[in-house]
């Protein structure tokens, strides 16, 4: 099999911490797909603290014997964007696509080329933005039976910027181990384990990148950092699938935020989720966080 691109590396753990949680936030999602095979996509965010609502609708079509993708995308900030993106055809394991984004209000536009190719043993990845002084960011992830290694390069034309990170692996049918650094800066140590069918579980160490702006590492990107950057810190999470098409989500970190969230397929096509984090160290005053989403797919 073709090892995962950089950005999937430690994407077990990564989800079980980030998906079904969403504090704050009434969310909807729908998701259909047409009889001339054009998928739609809808998302929605409603802010209960703001009272801002957010959302975008996306539409993807593909074109099978041309090996084609083409996406189109608008949210409510009036952001347009669209992909055509050539996968497989004119050689196995390689990726190529162009997108483009546009904001009518303000004129802003950007563009940029990506390129993918993929091997039993290797994936690589980069993109180039279409500029006088392009960003460039390029990915390689090298596989050897159980184990992964990967590292990646962006660098900014525009004033010889240098940045980098690297990651290692390994994985068996029930456990991934994933280790991660940016510029020697911000770490992230991760482990999932498939424990049964029933139970998901999954442990995370980060280190956020010291410094004011400085962030940790997910997936490959860098992340905003907390209050108090440059420290670590320690989470452990867990999905528990009940019977009946049901699971429950929980998790704690060193800073004692608890999360909790319960999801249910109500019928086919209709599922819901509430969730919640805490603030456990102040559980009578602390700014406690509530959400409920519904995704809806036919």
Partial sequence: M????YVDLGKLARDLFKRGYHPGLWQLDCRTMTNSGIEFFTTGFASQDASKVMGS???KYKVEDYGLTLTERWNTDNLLYGEIMQREKLAEGLMLALEGKFQPSSGDKSGKFKFGYG????????????ASSPPINLSLVLAHNEFLAGVGIDFKTSDNDVGWKAALGWKNESTV?????????????SVFHKASDKIDAAAEIVKAAGGAGGGGVEGGEQQEAPAGGGD???GVGMIYHLDGDALIRAKVNSNVEIGLGYEQKLREGITMSISTVLEGKNLSDGNHKFGVGLALEC
Avoid: R
């Avoid at 073709?2 to 691109?5: A, I, K, M, N, T």
């Avoid at 091997?119 to 279409?130: P, Y």
């Avoid at 181990?177 to 140590?189: G, I, P, Q, Y």
């Fill in 2 to 5: 073709v090892p995962p691109p």
């Fill in 57 to 59: 609708l996306q539409s």
């Fill in 119 to 130: 091997k039993e043993s290797f994936h690589l990845q980069g993109d180039v933005e279409i």
């Fill in 177 to 189: 181990l994933h280790a991660e650094t940016k510029n020697a800066d911000a770490f992230l140590f």
């Fill in 232 to 234: 670590w810190t320690f």
